[in-house]
């Protein structure tokens, strides 16, 4: 299995056909709309994590490149251990219009007066650059060649700057008049990963530094998660989300995928794939289940996308910790890492086995409906799998005793006898198995290592 997902493979001829989720249609919509702006623009695209955020802006980054736009794409994330979000804007600026540079004369002023901007503005220089003040508390205890300077550096800062907005403004015209018909285009992704601090660094000086005619950027951002870190940076009595209506132009939204094809998707990323085929990835198995269980089990317990990877993950440790588990155990794994969050009294019972399957089962029966769409023939198959997880053989054979007096008794009601007749066929299958192994003791050892403690070890 992998905790972090394979690199993308994006074919610059065809970018959209990486996708496991239909965005070409999404990405043409946001061509067209960057295409006809004429002035300068900042627009967010907000999604949830895990919504296929950065995959997006990676194929429609190639296939702008494809339709001949300047285009630069920087990950704020990957380079926040830089400590100056300004430099690293800048760097990433250079490298990636370097190849453009014969194209346009005005390409080499962009660059210096890039690094003119670094060395004049200092983090006392911003202050004062992007905000028009200077705070002159404790001014008297400075001397006046102290302040001096600071207005030397203020007044450089303010001239590098405005050195640096008309340079940046020329390229961009340069650009367009050799035929290009899109801005300069600047993608950023990742700033909802970074520190609070450093987000919001670069966002202020993409706000004083960048704000020309021709440039536009496009910044991907998980709105919600952002808005908490820019309160968290400027105080809780600080509205972050309101700063970002203010920071943005236009704030667009990338459309969700749905719950299968995020949970198909999760699937192949995490490459846990093989270790679920008991989920239905394969019809060898009389036991398998549909491969949209995990999608029952979010609708059923409303769990978000972020619930959904650190369930697979999870669940995907334990079948790799115990490469013996059959495929099958998957499912009811599932249902009892779900409780572990969801109902954990319950999940402290179950592990500690002071409530057997039959007990267990009563709290599911409460969800039957959405956990197994109305099939009984899935809650059948369900319910002796789960048998099987934590009682072994021993549990499956008091199932199938039980079953057989049900059947057998005298005015036993034809709906009754149907279900608990596919019981005893299910029960048959497990019972036949040459195994006497405990795999809820097995699944029980791995979870201690995903840091599980029974309740009533927390106050010891």
């Not at 309101?242 to 995490?270: I, T």
């Not at 369930?311 to 409780?339: R, S, T, Y």
């Amino acid at each position: 299995m992998r905790f972090e997902p394979p690199e993308l493979k994006i074919d610059q001829e065809s970018p959209w056909s990486a996708s496991a989720f239909p965005l070409s249609d999404t990405g043409q919509k946001l061509t067209h709309l960057v295409k006809g702006v004429e002035g300068p623009a900042v627009i967010s695209l907000t999604s949830p994590w895990g919504t296929g955020k950065t995959t997006f802006l990676d194929m429609w980054a190639a296939s702008l490149k494809k339709d001949k736009a300047k285009v630069v794409k920087f990950s704020a994330w990957e380079v926040d251990y830089t400590h100056d979000a300004l430099v690293a804007l800048i760097q990433e600026l250079g490298s990636q219009l370097q190849a453009h540079q014969a194209k346009s004369p005005s390409f080499d002023k962009v660059r210096n007066k890039g690094l003119e901007l670094v060395r004049t503005v200092t983090p006392f220089a911003v202050k004062i650059a992007t905000s028009g003040l200077i705070d002159l508390e404790g001014v008297g205890e400075l001397s006046k060649e102290l302040v001096e300077k600071k207005l030397q550096a203020h007044e450089s800062a303010k001239k590098s700057a405005e050195g640096f907005r008309d340079c940046l403004q020329k390229y961009a015209e340069d650009l367009q008049e050799v035929g290009n018909e899109f801005p300069l285009v600047i993608i950023v992704d990742e700033l909802d990963r970074c520190r609070p601090r450093y987000a919001v660094e670069l966002l202020e000086s993409i706000k004083h530094f960048f704000n020309v005619p021709g440039v536009v950027f496009v910044i991907g951002i998980d709105g919600e998660q952002l808005g908490e870190a820019i309160k968290g940076h400027y105080g809780q009595g600080y509205d972050g989300h309101r700063y970002l209506r203010k920071f943005f132009h236009l704030q667009l939204r990338l459309p969700e995928p749905d719950l299968e094809s995020f949970c198909a998707n999760l699937l192949n990323k995490l490459g846990i794939k093989e270790g679920f085929d008991g989920l239905g990835r394969s019809s060898r198995s009389e036991s398998s289940f549909p491969n949209d269980f995990i999608v029952n089990l979010a609708r059923t317990y409303r769990l978000s996308l972020r619930d959904i990877e650190r369930l697979m993950l999870e669940a995907g440790a334990i079948h790799a910790a115990n490469p013996k588990f059959p495929p099958i155990l998957a499912a009811p794994i599932l249902w009892l890492l779900v409780q572990r969050y969801e109902n954990p009294s319950l999940f402290d019972e179950a592990t500690s086995k002071r409530l057997n399957s039959e007990a267990l089962w009563k709290h599911i029966e409460n969800d039957r409906k959405t956990l197994f769409r109305g099939s009984e023939d899935l809650e059948i198959r369900f319910r002796v799998i789960f048998t099987y997880l934590i009682e072994g053989k021993v549990g499956v054979g008091q199932l199938h005793r039980r079953a057989k007096e049900i059947t057998e008794a005298d005015g036993a009601k034809a709906p009754d006898s149907r279900y608990w007749g596919q019981i005893i066929s299910k029960c048959l299958h497990f019972l036949e198995i040459d195994s006497q192994r405990d795999f809820m003791d097995d699944a029980l050892s791995t979870m201690s290592l995903l840091g599980y403690r029974r309740l009533n070890d927390i106050y010891y």
